[in-house]
Every structure is written in structure tokens, then in C-alpha cells.
């Protein structure tokens, strides 16, 4: 079915005689405000900001909505809405649901913390609307499910927000690694050291804070509460909203070994970590972990710890694919091959560094933009590359929290049937899971 906004995109694109590249670089013609991708934002602070702030840059865009819960959150990001484009969107809410209902909104962003994601995106794809949603995608699997299942059967073209898919030089190291020159790869080395991230001390509860609707923050997670620590950013440390670093980074670094060895789901997982820098902090989530994924042939090791930074290969991220002939390293700077030197022979010649561009966001909201006006649902981090990536982080997460290594289906634990309670999240009422 022919939507408005396909419409006037498309005829716009065809009265004007553009292809779609062009008007992404800004055609010399003044894009009508008609013809525009109207835009609202769920979450305006942090990477939701981040996100609007890319899409901006592009002349066919329009800010109309903006969503927090946090009112001088909302009312600082409507100012700066104001400073980049003259105006502020007409739209301020409190409530996330008035953006979906909003019948000007074309394009979603959903920059919430993790337990809103799926309710929000399921909500505007049944609405009509195409979706940028930030990662993981879900904190369960069957959220993940669910997401999938609402982008296909109401078309919605969603962008997961795993930016590295749209930097090149990520891509440049997946066509190496397909390449073969490095032999037989036996393992997958996946780590994030991250100093900059520090403990959290223990705080005592407070008042909500003024202008601050924190029950519909918590939305579907446990009444709490108010707690400082489990509010803005550091949310992602508790289980009720998140799932630590290995969701919050795992899902950039892993999915680039799913990628580039062509898989999606493991056999087994085991995970063994905990709280060994600060075990008296107030974060849930472990500062240090292990988690070893089984497939065949080859492992993948995921390795993060909070506070330090000497992850591998003088690293505090990225990726070592460990060949027989060579280990290709990547991360957010660049690429490079280290040979193999055995009996003081090497085994293929070094790569040098070749650097990334830095332009993975915006890369990213452009091919998001390219593929709205097609109507290509393939964008560089789509739906189902989201899930896949979502599930694997949630899986080790589940190995850890269990204690125990889980075998794995693809879609259920074969050999412990308790593992599998935390496949399906419990909302608090009376937020439900979605039906698709």
C-alpha cells in the first residue's frame, strides 16, 4: 500500500528529477516542507540527541516532535532544535505514545533506555511509521522476535542503531577476513576495556526530582524507588533496564563476528565473571566477564571489564580474528593484519594500520534516508541484524546469570529448562508485550 509520505517522497524525488544520492547531498532547490521526512524523538537525551542531531544535517528532514520525561531534558533539546533549524517542533510531550499518535510524524527515533525499546517501535510500526531504533534492540529474546515480526508485517524501514555498520573500514575488514588470507580462523577475540567508565558509589534513595514523570520512566520495569544511579545513563549497570557492558557494547563489537564469519546463532554458551574491581559498588551488572560461544569450527570470546583499559593487542576495543596465517585487528580507529611468525618464518605479509573515516553515524542516518525513500527495508543495520546481535549479547548474559553452560537451539535451551525463564520478559502492569 501507497503511504502518504511514500507518496509525496517518491513524487517529489521524480518532479524534481533527482535519484535518491542527490538529494541526500542537499539539492540547490529548497526541499518543500510537504515533501520533508517529519521526524519525532522518544528519549532526548544522550544517544537520542545524538541521533536527531545526524538526521538534521540533512536538508529533507524536519524535527516535529520531541518526547522525555525529564522536563528540563525536553525543554534544553527544544532550545536546541531551535538553534539548528529556527524553531521549535511543535510537538513537546512528556508521554511517548502523543508521538506516535502524532499524524505529522513520518520517522521515529527511539532513544530510550533499553526495557522501553520494544513497546515503542512495535507501537510505531503498527502506526505506519519507519523506525530509528538505538541498540540492543530488545533485552529478551522474545522482544527481539516481536520487534522482527512488527517491522515486516507493517513495512516499517528500521534502522538499528549499530552505526559500524556504515563506516567503511568495518566493511574493508570483513572483505579481508572473506578473503581467506588468513587461513583457518579458530577464534574470534571480542573485547571492551573501558576505562573511562567508572564504579558507581552506593547512593541513597531520594524524592523524584521536579518535573521528572519517573512511573513512566520505569514504564514496564519493577516499581522502585527513585534512585540517582538508576536514572540517565547509568541505568544500563541494573538488570531491570539493561544488561551492562555486554549489551551496551557488545552488541557494536559482536555483531562484527557474526558478521564477518557469517553466523547467528551458537551452539553453546558459558560465561564465567563478576563483580572483581568493585564488588561493594552499586552497579548489578559484572564489571569483568568471560563469555566463550561455540560454533562450528571456531569460538567466539567476549572479554569486557569497567575501569581499565588494557584490553588485547594494545587496545581498550575491538575485534581479533585469529587465523592460522595471521590475526586481522579492528576497532573504531582502524584495521591492521599481525602476522603469524612460526620457527621464525612469517606466514603473510603485515597490513598496516588503515584508518577508519569517523563518520559511522552519519554514514548511517544517510543510508537510512536513502532506503526511506526507496522503500528498501535491507538498510546497513537492519532489523533482523539487530535481533541476531540483541539475542547473542542476551544469551551471554543468561549464561552468566545462571551460572551454567547453556546449548542452544536457536530458539530455546535444550538442557536447562529454568534458563529458558528468561527468554520472555514479565512487564509491570499494565504495560504488556506487545502481540504482532
Known sequence: MTTR????????????GFTIAPVLQGAAKPIPASDKIKIGLIGCNGQG??????????????????????DSVLQRRAADVQKIRGARPAGLYK?????????????????TPDHWHCI???????????????????????????????????KSIVQVGQWQRSDPHWQEAVNFVNSGNLG???????????????????????????????????????????????????????????????????VHLLDYALFAMNV??????????????????????????????????????WDHAIGIDDGAYGRNHGLGFVGENGTLVVDRSGWEVIPEKVNGKIRMEAVGLKRGTGA???NHVKNHLECIASRNPKTNASIEIGAHIAKLSALGNIAYRTGKKLVWDGTRFTNDVEANDYL???YRDPWKLPTV
Open 5 to 16: 509520505r511514500t507518496f509525496l517522497r517518491n513524487s517529489a524525488i521524480a518532479a524534481a
Open 49 to 70: 540527541w545524538s541521533n536527531l542531531s545526524a538526521f538534521l544535517e540533512n536538508p529533507q528532514t524536519e524535527c516535529v516532535a520531541l518526547c522525555d520525561i525529564d
Open 95 to 111: 508521554d511517548w505514545r502523543r508521538v506516535i499518535d502524532n499524524k505529522d510524524v513520518d520517522l521515529v527515533i527511539v532513544g
Open 120 to 154: 515503542q517501535m512495535v507501537a510505531a510500526c503498527e502506526a505506519g511509521k519507519d523506525v530509528y531504533v538505538e541498540k540492543p534492540i530488545g533485552r529478551t529474546i522474545e522482544e527481539c522476535n516481536l520487534m522482527v515480526k512488527a517491522a515486516q508485517k507493517y
Open 184 to 250: 583457518k580462523i579458530r577464534l574470534v577475540r571480542v573485547f571492551s576495556y573501558q576505562g573511562w567508565c567508572p564504579s558507581i558509589p552506593v547512593l541513597a534513595d531520594e524524592p523524584v526530582p521536579a518535573g521528572v514523570d519517573y512511573n513512566m520512566w520505569l514504564g514496564p520495569a519493577p516499581s522502585r524507588p527513585f534512585n540517582r544511579n538508576r536514572f540517565h545513563f547509568t541505568f544500563r549497570w541494573f538488570w531491570d533496564y539493561a544488561g551492562g557492558l555486554m549489551t551496551d557494547w557488545g
Open 264 to 301: 547467528t546463532a551458537p551452539k553453546s554458551i558459558m560465561a564465567m565473571g563478576g563483580k572483581f574491581g568493585y564488588p561493594d559498588d552499586a552497579c548489578e551488572t559484572p564489571d569483568s566477564l568471560q563469555t566463550i560461544y561455540e560454533f562450528d569450527g571456531f569460538n567466539v570470546l
Open 360 to 362: 559511522g553515524l552519519k
Open 424 to 426: 520472555v520478559p514479565s
